[in-house]
């Protein structure tokens, strides 16, 4: 059965201070997709990134950075210099096969940046 | 093109009160799914469609039903809301073979007293 795991429920930094929320999960399946996604204190989901198991490729955009590992199973997510305007609380999924099997949601790692 | 809409936004239920949480997405989206928020629990998928005419179940599915008669709908009904069932609702969609992940609704935030 496959399962995601975010063990930081809260992590709080200073403005400015770069941050990395870890994800690990768990699946018996070679084809797989892993998500990240935002949920800002207004309460909408917010998409991220989508990555397939067969591209390992780390990803930037812009603050935003993924490091897909598929030897420790991770999807950590890093941001750079860190702005008030992150604070928020953000999920990994995962989805076996096609990808269109349900999204299985870690509980989320709520990230409060302090000016 | 309006996305994922949710009604209501809002809603208080007394226990054993039934109702129906609607969604409707305008992007041809053929798989859909109803997922419940609680705090330290994430998102949790309650039911779910691949198409028109087809649903299955999810991880937390009793006490829900749905039905998916067109395309673009797919309601979600408490039969006997109990407090327990107090919780904030997304609707989601996606094409299938997507590149964009979800398309999640505003969620709607039901309190059964």
């Known amino acids: 059965a496959q399962k995601v795991t975010q063990a930081q429920t809260e992590i709080s930094v200073v403005e400015k201070e770069d941050v990395t929320l870890d994800c690990v999960y768990e699946?018996?399946?070679?084809?797989?997709?892993l998500f990240w996604y935002k949920q800002p204190p207004s309460g909408e989901l917010v998409f991220l990134i989508r990555?397939?198991?067969?591209?390992?490729q780390n990803e930037i955009s812009g603050r935003y950075s993924w490091n897909f590992q598929k030897s420790t199973s991770s999807f950590n997510f890093t941001i750079t210099a860190s702005q008030v305007v992150d604070s928020a609380v953000y999920f990994c999924?995962?989805?076996?096969?096609?990808?269109?099997?349900?999204?299985?949601f870690g509980k989320g790692t709520r990230l409060s940046v302090i000016a | 093109n309006a996305g994922v809409t949710q009604t209501p936004k809002f809603q208080v239920l007394k226990t054993g009160q039934s109702m129906t949480l609607q969604c409707a997405q305008d992007?041809?989206?053929?798989?859909m799914s109803w997922y419940r928020q609680d705090p330290g629990m994430g998102l949790r998928l309650i039911h779910y469609?691949?198409?028109?005419?087809?649903?299955d179940q999810g991880e937390v599915p009793n006490g829900y039903n749905v039905s998916r008669s067109t395309t673009e709908d797919f309601p979600l009904r408490l039969l006997s809301a109990a407090p327990s069932q107090t919780s904030v609702y997304f609707c989601?969609?996606?094409?299938?073979?997507?590149?964009?992940?979800?398309?999640f609704g505003s969620g709607t935030r039901l309190t059964v007293v």
């Open positions: 989601a969609s996606s094409k299938i073979s997507s590149s964009y992940g979800y398309t």
């Open positions: 699946t018996r399946d070679t084809t797989y997709y």
């Open positions: 990555r397939n198991s067969f591209d390992e």
């Open positions: 999924a995962l989805s076996e096969d096609s990808g269109n099997t349900p999204l299985v």
């Open positions: 992007m041809n989206h053929e798989y």
């Open positions: 469609s691949v198409g028109a005419g087809i649903t």
